[in-house]
């Protein structure tokens, strides 16, 4: 496996990324990109100014995991947006690849933290489901993974969940924040 820029030229790679996008977040968030369309113009957006695309290959040059990155506040900070690694090849370092290759990006373009958003649209956790309201804070405080929410892989990364905006998608489907200092 290789990490590579994803361009708008390999139109092969950006049809595999789109594809991903769409089969990836069937199931823990269906309306992300529903489809190819949405999912095309997602990755086209990578290309933009300020952003990092990334593509995880196999030997062959099959897409196997994509990341991106959004440069926000003078560059001190960076977004990681999105990450995805094909179904079947989850659990063998792809993601955490693609992560820590994004880091050293970032690191080398002067960001200092990097942070994401990753929804519970489908009752993963504890903060899924329930009012966060009043007391937003003990509920972060008390999170506990109910069936295989991604917040747990990033904390292995070394992110911490620095917020939560209650009911981001809808009641009680709230995002999750995390973040570290690269």
Not at 75 to 100: F, K, N, Q, S, Y
Request: aromatic content about 8%; overall charge negative; hydrophobic content about 40%.
């Amino acid at each position: 496996m290789r990490i590579v820029d994803l361009v708008p030229e390999a139109a092969t790679a950006v049809q595999q990324v789109a594809g991903l996008l769409v089969e990836g977040f069937r199931e823990q968030a269906p309306d992300a990109w529903p489809d190819l369309a949405s999912a095309l113009e997602e990755v086209r957006e990578s290309f933009g100014a300020d952003r990092l695309s990334r593509v995880a290959v196999d030997e062959r040059g099959a897409v196997l995991g994509w990341v991106g990155g959004i440069r926000q506040y003078h560059g001190h900070v960076w977004e990681l947006h999105p990450l995805v690694v094909r179904p079947d090849r989850r659990g063998r370092g792809i993601g955490r690849a693609l992560v820590t290759d994004l880091e050293g990006r970032v690191r080398q373009r002067g960001g200092i933290t990097l942070w994401l958003g990753t929804d519970d649209e489908m009752g993963q956790t504890t903060l899924s489901g329930v009012d966060l309201y009043p007391d937003v804070c003990a509920h972060i405080a008390a999170v506990r993974n109910l069936r295989g929410h991604p917040y747990e892989f990033y904390r292995k990364l070394g992110f911490a969940i620095v917020g939560v905006l209650p009911d981001a998608n809808g009641p009680g489907k709230p995002d999750i924040y995390m973040a570290k200092r690269v």
